[in-house]
């Protein structure tokens, strides 16, 4: 799960960057780390049903970077 790793990294990389601070996203992308640390928690566990769950109710950004990232890891490449 390479990329998803690297998905919640650049997440929590991007929480401590000063403009997130200067424009009050900090708890926003830490939560956005927090789902993507989750998400791969479920499905090291095989619980692909509360992964989906979970992704269904993400924003659409950060949804669509942790499904992106499960496909490359997931995916025949």
Do not use: C
């Not at 499905?43 to 992964?51: Q, W």
């Amino acid at each position: 799960m390479k990329h998803l790793n690297n998905l919640i990294k650049a997440t929590i990389e991007d929480s401590k960057a000063p403009w997130a601070i200067s424009e009050d996203m900090v708890d926003m992308y830490k939560q956005d780390a927090k789902d993507f640390k989750a998400i791969l928690n479920m499905i090291k566990d095989k619980n692909y049903s509360g992964a989906k769950k979970l992704i269904q109710y993400m924003d659409t950004l950060p949804r669509e970077g942790a499904i992106v990232a499960i496909a490359y890891d997931l995916g025949n490449s």
